[in-house]
């Protein structure tokens, strides 16, 4: 019964701030900085509105969505190979190599802001979605090697021989054979890319004239004169990609964790 | 598992390889470049040798001071959140439901925290604790204490470490929860026939189990909060006057801001491989641990 209590009080406690989120997002600016309500006594879609007419709001969040999936979609597509090989075969370097890898996860993404804007400013790719999902790989890459080498080192080897054996090319056998053993691996890896290439800010913000929707918000957080309203109804859409994901993966969190290295 | 040797595996590592080295080592040459030089702007160098590293490394300097000052606050700040977000992961992960809806929808809160953009949970945090707009703060000055975190530095760190909390306990409880449902029943029965306690059952039981989970959970908490940058920026801008500056944000103030790229850039090596020398010592005691049955890479040779 404690147990369920405690449980209970948790998720409480992680929802208030959530809560207060959505409810400071109904209300108007003077409902909000001259009372304290616990709801919006005037419900208002004013600050949706706002956003929804805004062609800035908008392509603000097209761009990161645009910049997260194709981090998703590389990081996964060169991480898969990667991890087939970590788990599969020793060669020349490859502890070294996967130490390495791991490293790039730890290095601090302020250390690289600068050396990064001149590098993506160098090779022209500067505020485009391809400079900031490039860049998003040196943390997301070697996640993804360490989560699916993990689910990878969980199929059994007889699988690849048997496959050889009936005369599968191995690109035939990857795809038709392996991936779909492993599928669940792959929507972890997956998410957690997604994940990190979502909430991250600093090189969005460092490679982009301010165009990812995380820097269009922060603007607004140091113009004079805040729009609270409008602010809190930004964070609210910006939480929605994240719910969707967490919401198709739900059944999917719990074994990827167990079975994961993250 | 045996693996067989084969380098013809370096082609399947190429990609990420070369995707990596392209990220990361270009850059981090710049950087090492830099730390060597002094710039007068119009991008003029000047061979500086060690200066900078010495004015670093010396508490006494100007640079030496702030650095030290944000590396003593970045390293209070990751023990505080590590010693709250630990224990606190693992009671709930020891309170949730094993199966059913109400772990579904547990779950689905739990993780929400992990998914919402780090200058989101700046902003849900600034409008949940400020004084005038939000329902914490409010509380808080109801009760009677004056609450405001822009005027008070131990404020500013209690909505810091709050927000830390509120943001990745989760993580650090889905994977305990995730270590909790290997232990196979047979364990929980054996412990119920010989009339284990609770609190046996937890100390020889759980906790044994829960190691390597843990590991990876201090270890990647600790990464993340020693780089810490977004939240602390949008919450308290590193303020009240230097309270909150952590290293990330000092660092980016020298670079981006006074564009001081000398002092950047060594501080950047310093910060990087501080971060490097704790990472690979936990590495190294987590793949240890393991012994040779365990199937990273490093451990099966």
Redesign the interface.
Known sequence: M???I??YA??V??????Y??IN?SFKGNIE??TT?T?WPSEPTLRNYAIIFTSPEWFDGFRFSLTYVALNTV?SIS??L??A?????????G??H???W????????????????F??YSSIGLFDSVWAVA??H??FN??LA?WIL??FI?GVP?EIDETARIDGYSFPRFFVKIFMPLIANGIGVAAFFCF?FS?????LAR?LTNSKA??SI??RS?SASGID?GL??AA?VL??I???L???FV??H??????LG?? | ?T????????F??L???A??A???I???M??VNYSFQDSFGNNQFFWNGIGWYQELLDPSSELGGRFFDALGRSAAFSLGILAIEVPLGI??A????REGTQL?I????????????????G??????TRS?????G?LINAVGIDFNATRSAAQAWLVLVAMDV?HW??LVA??C???L??IPDAYYQAARIDGASRLAIFRYIELPKLGR?LM?GVL?RF?DS??I??EPF?VTGGGPGNSTTV??ID??KI??GQFD?GK?AAM?IV??LI??TV?WVF?TVLVTRDGPTQ????AR?
């Open positions: 404690t147990r369920r405690i449980f948790y998720l406690c992680l929802m208030l701030p959530l207060w989120l400071l909000i900085s304290m616990l590389i060169v991480a190979p990667a087939y090989a970590f788990s599969r075969y020793s060669f020349l490859d502890k190599l996967f130490f890898l791991l490293t790039n996860r730890m290095a601090p993404a302020a250390v690289f802001a600068l050396p990064y001149n590098l490039l860049a790989c040196i890459v070697p090697v080498e993990g080192s080897r994940m979502w909430v991250e800010l600093l460092t929707i995380s918000m922060t957080v609270w602010l809190a964070g910006t939480l990609p994240g719910a994901v967490i919401w739900r059944n969190i719990a074994k990827g964790f167990a290295r993250v | 598992m693996k067989s040797v084969d380098n013809r595996a370096w399947l590592v990609p990420v390889f995707l990596v392209f990220n990361a270009l850059p981090l710049t950087v009671l709930v020891l309170c949730m439901p579904a547990g779950l689905v809160i739990m993780a929400l925290p992990l998914l919402v953009p780090w200058n989101v949970v902003m849900i945090w600034l409008l949940y005038d707009i939000g329902l914490f409010w509120w306990t989760s889905l994977l929860f995730a270590g449902k290997s989970v990876i990647l990464m020693f780089m940058y977004t949008v290293l990330s660092l980016v670079a981006l790229l950047a950047s910060y990087t971060v490097l990472c590495y199937d990273s890479p490093e040779s």
